[in-house]
């Protein structure tokens, strides 16, 4: 078996989101490979110092290296981490998963050229990053989904009620606000509508949120971050789930929605038309657009026979996410 390090922001521990690094890391594990695994800092400096130590450490003792590529200031720690990789001579493999790394590649090409071109192979979990990266001019590529264990998710089929889910951090980016605008809408024609927003704080949006909800009077609880466990239970009591982001990928939350059972509404950005088709596993709405989602979500309500196929659908396509289909594509890449 390879013996892998596995670079990301691996901050679950300080009530972040569990990222790839946590999730597929320990997959692999479980597989028998040995995985070690960097960096749990907090403080972004002192983690990208951890990454690069981590691969000083480790150099003699591994086979190969993953990195999380993100489109933002964590593009920088990847860039940073393949170049220690290339010092050390140590094949990597960046894992491509920011909604908005296509502007990436525009804006920093230099950079990325450094970083993709030289990769072992960059992996893609959606098609729509496949093809940005294919019209970019890369051919290193391989698409693997993001995966989950199929065995934890029970589907429920559930009767239409206006009960909604929102699971996502609190960032700008995945626009949190226009949930509870969309609710605010729903509640002219359903009063009794409730919101139910789980995921840590990021960047201040989750103090927005709360003080936009007192102002108008929307009934929604935030629940801040819950283990998985938690988190899974109480989606039983919601029949449709929210995502309002305005860049997205292939966003682990979506999966497991689908996964449960829980009929999708979402904008449709980035990687989301690639994984969730409209009308079939999903309805999708323009990014910014409250009323349009409005809409989409009394559709539902008011077709609970459509809502309940779309949940079925979403399930069976789903089922080619698990695991034991997605560990035989990263056995082929390490192999």
């Not at 960046?94 to 450094?114: A, E, V």
Request: charged fraction near 20%; hydrophobic fraction near 40%; glycine fraction near 4%.
């Amino acid at each position: 078996m390879k013996k892998i390090l596995y670079i990301g922001n691996q901050l679950k521990q300080n009530n972040f989101t569990p990222t790839s690094v946590d999730i597929l890391g320990t997959l692999l594990i479980k597989e028998g490979y040995l995985v070690h695994t960097a960096s749990n800092k907090k403080n972004k400096g002192l983690r990208l110092l951890d990454m690069c130590f981590s691969i000083i450490k480790y150099r003699n003792k591994i086979d190969i290296v993953l990195i999380d590529t993100y489109s933002t200031t964590n593009f920088y720690y990847a860039v940073t981490v393949a170049w220690w990789c290339r010092f050390f001579k140590i094949p990597y493999i960046p894992i491509l998963h920011g909604g908005n790394l296509p502007y990436r590649l525009q804006k920093s090409k230099k950079l990325s050229n450094r970083l993709f071109q030289q990769a072992k192979v960059n992996v893609t979990p959606s098609g729509y990053l496949l093809q940005k990266f294919k019209d970019a001019g890369y051919s290193n590529l391989v698409l693997i989904p993001n995966s989950l264990e199929l065995k934890n998710y029970v589907f429920k089929q559930r009767k239409m009620a206006p009960a909604f889910l929102w699971v996502r951090s609190f960032s700008k980016i995945y626009n949190p606000l226009m949930a509870l605008k969309v609710i605010d809408k729903i509640r002219k024609t359903y009063p009794e509508a409730t919101l139910c927003m789980v995921g840590p704080d990021k960047d201040g949006s989750l103090e927005q949120c709360k003080k936009w909800a007192i102002a108008n009077n929307i009934p929604v609880t935030f629940t801040g971050k819950l283990s998985k466990k938690d988190w899974l239970a109480l989606s039983e009591d919601f029949t449709i789930f929210i995502n309002t982001a305005n860049f997205d990928n292939t966003p682990f939350t979506i999966l497991e929605a689908m996964a449960l059972g829980i009929p999708i509404v979402s904008t449709n950005v980035g990687g989301i038309p690639y994984l969730l088709e409209d009308r079939q596993t999903a309805i999708l709405v323009n990014p910014e657009d409250a009323e349009a989602m409005t809409t989409a979500i009394k559709h539902l309500l008011q077709n609970e026979i459509l809502a309940q196929t779309i949940a079925k659908t979403a399930r069976k396509k789903v089922e080619t996410f698990d695991w034991n289909e997605v560990k035989h594509l990263w056995k082929s890449v390490f192999e």
